[in-house]
Structures are given as structure tokens and as C-alpha cells.
């Protein structure tokens, strides 16, 4: 069946191109950038370019409506929330939402929000921080006697639901001042979920689902992530599947009755055996490089659940296998070098426990996201694509050095030549 993949910019997405295409699934792909990553990929067969969802969403549902109407393809993946929430809302309960492989809509809401994923957790006993729910500044201090700092301050919607759909990160504050100034930005796009800090590894149950039941899991382990504070993972691995983290998971996918990928995230923390849900992505995940790399293949598991009504039987995935981001994994050891985080929420990994990680690169238990000797066009892209990111950071900073140079020189030039102006002699 010809399958078009969307956000061909992203390394996920490559990750399913990969994945199906080396298994003979006719694969295009489409993105709002010029010469996304996947174009490079031997296993893409077409490149397909549409409006940017976050600047243009009306161009860009106007865009897939022609795709699905027109019939050219089979199934799509929407692979970011940048695509997904758009099309999910706009095709929901439509002949054409046959063709799109996503969640129903009921539950993605409640996993996009994070308001609603809290409400969940509570309903199934699973555990997660004192949280609040911020809807305006007077909340603030509604609930101000209450706060501890650090606070973690969660943005309702990774992308606001606002005209403009800006992307937003989550925060922390360590004093009153600090909560009302970041809060004060924040409330302008979303609600907010304010939660107490946990001190834990982060940790995720990768899964896919048959209406509510679990078929086949997965989990990893983060390693590296960027910022230092808590983001991304740059450099993961597998592990064994924590029993009580599968078991929380089952209850949440169970309850929300899901269907397809989903990644569950936890903080644990290593010596009390606590732990936390972070959030719930209703879709591919940043790491499913590692997944798939592990034999965790979940692209093609989906495909097989939308093609054939069944996920099958998979072998079990291969644990300690690492995976690394090679471009964010570079910006997470410049910023070990430059100590470039807050150390009241994090202790700075050492140089050598970084350069220890780097060891791991010799190791035929290590791939990572991008660089691959069955597809090498999209890694070189990849490394090119870092060297021209620090060659533009170096270039711009001999710049901005050079300008100070000649507006120094030229202040002290304007220093001699006033008094002269109006000497005799």
C-alpha cells in the first residue's frame, strides 16, 4: 500500500522510512521545509512539500484535504503534533480519517492536554506530583501557600491552540517572582499545569495498542538529555521493562481504549523506587531510532495493525542497545564544557563520565538516529548540517568581533579628533 510519511524534516520520520521501505512498503514522504532529511533516504520514493502547519494551518489542511480526496495514497502518517492535532480535528468522524493512522480524537485530546492526562492518572491510581492547574494570573495566588520551589511549570498544550500555534517548552521557577514573570508569558498562549519537582531518572514504556490492550512493549532509558535540566534525549538505551511502570501504562492506555503507538513517560527515582508520569505522547516518539535499532519495530507493527487488523508476533527487542542524536548530542557535551545549566536542579555531568559516553561509539551495540551504513545519504546530511550550524556560530562571533574592533577604534578616533577641531596649534 503507498503510505505518505508527513514532517519528513524530523529523524522519526526517517526512523519509519527506514522501516517500511526496507521492508518493500512504497514510501513518500512530504514536509513543509525544503530538502527535508527524508528526501535523502534511499527507501523515499516521492517528496512532497505543503503550507507549514504552525504558520499557515488553513493552506495546510486545504493541502491534505486534496491528498486524501485525490486517493494517491493509501495510508498517512502524521509523525509530530504539528500535523496530527490539525488533521485529527479537522478529519475526525470522516471517510477521510479511514486513510489517516491516528488515535481517536477523544483520547488524543486528553493525552495533548496536560491538564486532562493528570485528571487520568488520578482516575487510574497512577502516581504523579502535587499538581494545579493554572488558567489565569489570580490562581497564583489562590494556590500561593502551597507552592515549593523548585516548581515545574508545564505549558497545557506543547503547541498553543491560538491562530498562531506557537511551540512551548516546559519551565521551572525557584521563587514567587520567578513564577509570575515566566507564568505571566505563558498564560498569554495556554493553560498551565504547575507541578512539584521530582528528583528521578526519565524513563519511557513505548507501546503499541489494540483498542485499549497492549501488544507489544518497549523500554528505554534516557542518558543525555538537552537541556541538562530535562528535555529531549540526545544518548538512550534499552532496558528491561519495569513491571510497575507496564502495569501503570496498561491502566492509563486501557482506560483512554487506545489504538496504535503511543510512549509513556516516568521519572523513577533509583533509590526510593518512586516514580511519576510525566506525559503521554500520542504518537511517534523522539527515540523510536532506538525502538526500532533494538528490533522494537513499531512502524512496522503499525502498518500491520492498519492493514491487516493485527500487530502479529514479534521477537523480544535486545536490551542495552544505545542510540545517540548526533546533533543534539553535541550541543549536550558543549554544554557540559560550559557548565551551561542550573545547578540547583541538576548535577553537571563530569568531562570524563561525557568522554567515557563517547567510547560507546566503537561499540556494535550503538547506532545512531541518523547515521546509518544501509541509508548513508541522510547521515552525511545530518553532519553536514551540524558543521555548517557551528561554522555559522564561529563565523557570526569573528563578526560580531571584529565590528567591536572597528567601533572601538573608531570612538577613540572621535575621542582625539574633537579636541583638535579646536586647537591653535
Known amino acids: 500500500m503507498k503510505t505518505l510519511i508527513l514532517d519528513g524534516d524530523t529523524l522519526p520520520a526517517l526512523s519509519i522510512v527506514r522501516s517500511l521501505g526496507s521492508k518493500g512498503v512504497n514510501v513518500a514522504t512530504a514536509s513543509h521545509l525544503e530538502n527535508p532529511i527524508c528526501s535523502y533516504s534511499r527507501y523515499n520514493q516521492a517528496s512532497l512539500s505543503y503550507p507549514s502547519p504552525l504558520e499557515s494551518p488553513a493552506e495546510f489542511l486545504n493541502w491534505a484535504e486534496q491528498i486524501l480526496t485525490e486517493g494517491q495514497y493509501d495510508l498517512i502518517i502524521p509523525v509530530t503534533e504539528r500535523t496530527l492535532i490539525p488533521i485529527a480535528r479537522k478529519f475526525h468522524n470522516t471517510p477521510q480519517a479511514e486513510k489517516v493512522i491516528m488515535a481517536d480524537l477523544g483520547a488524543l485530546e486528553i493525552v495533548l492536554d496536560k491538564a486532562k492526562t493528570s485528571t487520568l492518572a488520578t482516575q487510574c491510581n497512577v502516581p504523579i506530583p502535587n499538581s494545579w492547574d493554572i488558567t489565569n494570573c489570580s490562581d497564583l495566588g489562590t494556590y500561593a501557600d502551597e507552592f515549593t520551589y523548585p516548581i515545574v511549570i508545564k505549558p497545557g498544550r506543547s503547541i498553543s491552540d491560538q491562530a498562531n500555534r506557537v511551540p512551548m517548552t516546559v519551565c521551572y521557577a525557584h521563587s514567587q517572582e520567578e513564577l509570575h514573570n515566566i507564568s505571566n508569558?505563558?498564560?498569554?498562549?495556554?493553560h498551565l499545569v504547575l507541578q512539584q519537582y521530582?528528583?528521578?531518572?526519565?524513563?519511557g514504556i513505548e507501546l503499541i495498542a489494540d483498542q485499549?490492550?497492549?501488544?507489544?512493549?518497549?523500554?528505554?532509558?534516557?542518558?543525555?538529555?538537552?537541556?541538562?535540566?530535562?528535555?529531549?534525549?540526545?544518548?538512550?538505551?534499552?532496558?528491561?521493562?519495569?513491571?510497575d511502570l507496564l502495569e501503570?501504562?496498561?491502566?492509563?492506555i486501557?482506560?483512554?481504549?487506545?489504538?496504535?503507538?503511543a510512549m509513556v513517560e516516568f521519572k523513577k527515582n533509583p533509590e526510593t523506587g518512586e516514580f511519576i508520569l510525566i506525559e503521554i505522547n500520542g504518537r511517534f516518539w523522539g527515540s523510536?531510532?532506538?525502538?526500532?535499532?533494538?528490533?522494537?519495530?513499531?512502524?512496522?507493527?503499525?502498518?500491520?495493525?492498519?492493514?491487516?487488523?493485527?500487530?502479529?508476533?514479534h521477537e523480544a527487542y535486545r536490551r542495552e542497545i544505545h542510540c545517540r542524536k548526533l546533533s543534539s548530542d553535541?550541543?549536550?557535551?558543549?554544554?557540559?564544557?560550559?557548565?551551561?545549566?542550573?545547578?540547583?536542579?541538576?548535577t553537571i555531568p563530569s568531562l570524563q563520565s561525557g568522554l567515557k559516553d563517547l567510547l560507546?561509539?566503537?561499540?556494535?551495540?550503538?547506532?545512531?538516529?541518523?547515521?546509518?551504513?544501509?541509508?548513508?545519504?541522510?547521515?552525511?546530511?545530518?553532519?553536514?548540517?551540524?558543521?555548517a550550524s557551528y561554522a555559522e556560530r564561529l563565523f557570526g562571533q569573528l563578526r560580531e568581533k571584529k565590528r567591536q574592533r572597528a567601533t572601538l577604534q573608531k570612538n577613540q578616533l572621535t575621542k582625539i579628533e574633537q579636541p583638535l577641531r579646536g586647537s591653535k596649534k
Request: hydrophobic content about 40%.
Open 185 to 190: 508569558e505563558l498564560l498569554n498562549h495556554t
Open 254 to 261: 486501557k482506560e483512554l481504549n487506545w489504538h496504535g503507538v
Open 212 to 243: 485499549g490492550e497492549i501488544s507489544y512493549a518497549f523500554q528505554h532509558q534516557r542518558l543525555h538529555e538537552m537541556p541538562l535540566t530535562g528535555g529531549g534525549s540526545s544518548y538512550r538505551k534499552s532496558v528491561d521493562i519495569d513491571e
Open 248 to 252: 501503570a501504562s496498561k491502566k492509563l
Open 198 to 203: 521530582f528528583t528521578g531518572i526519565g524513563v
Open 330 to 346: 553535541v550541543r549536550w557535551l558543549e554544554a557540559v564544557l560550559r557548565k551551561d545549566a542550573d545547578t540547583r536542579l541538576v
Open 360 to 387: 560507546h561509539t566503537f561499540s556494535p551495540k550503538h547506532y545512531f538516529d541518523a547515521q546509518s551504513l544501509k541509508d548513508i545519504k541522510p547521515g552525511l546530511v545530518d553532519l553536514k548540517q551540524i558543521i
Open 288 to 313: 523510536l531510532p532506538l525502538a526500532v535499532a533494538a528490533g522494537a519495530d513499531f512502524p512496522h507493527m503499525l502498518y500491520q495493525l492498519y492493514t491487516t487488523g493485527t500487530v502479529g508476533e
